[in-house]
Nanobody, 112 residues
């Protein structure tokens, strides 16, 4: 089990921005993909976006395309999710996933 520490999230008004981060202490971080998922109340967890070890975008959901950006800093063993133009339907608990392990989840609430 790999330890992942998420940070960021919170409450933001529609149209606002938030940034999430997901950090690990593994020194093989740069060789593995990272993904962000989210789970809204009463819904299944869904894949939002993922990035390869070298920083190429492997997947991005149509619902967030053009608004969310995944990135990584391999020197810091950290992945990021930048979210812009947030909508109420983006409200969910966001999780990072790396080598089969999940972060603890961070709440993102978009509401006026």
């Amino acid at each position: 089990q790999v330890q992942l520490v998420e940070s960021g999230g919170g409450l933001v008004q529609p149209g606002g921005s938030l940034s999430l981060s997901c950090a690990t202490s593994e020194n093989i971080f740069r060789f593995n993909a990272v993904a962000w998922y989210r789970q809204a109340p009463g819904k299944q967890r869904e894949l939002v976006t993922s990035v390869t070890g070298t920083g190429n975008i492997a997947y991005i959901a149509d619902s967030v395309k053009g608004r969310f950006t995944i990135s990584r800093d391999n020197a810091k063993n950290t992945a990021y999710l930048q979210m812009h133009s947030l909508k109420p339907e983006d409200t969910a608990v966001y999780y990072c996933k790396y080598r089969g392990s999940w972060g603890q989840g961070t709440q993102v609430t978009v509401s006026s």
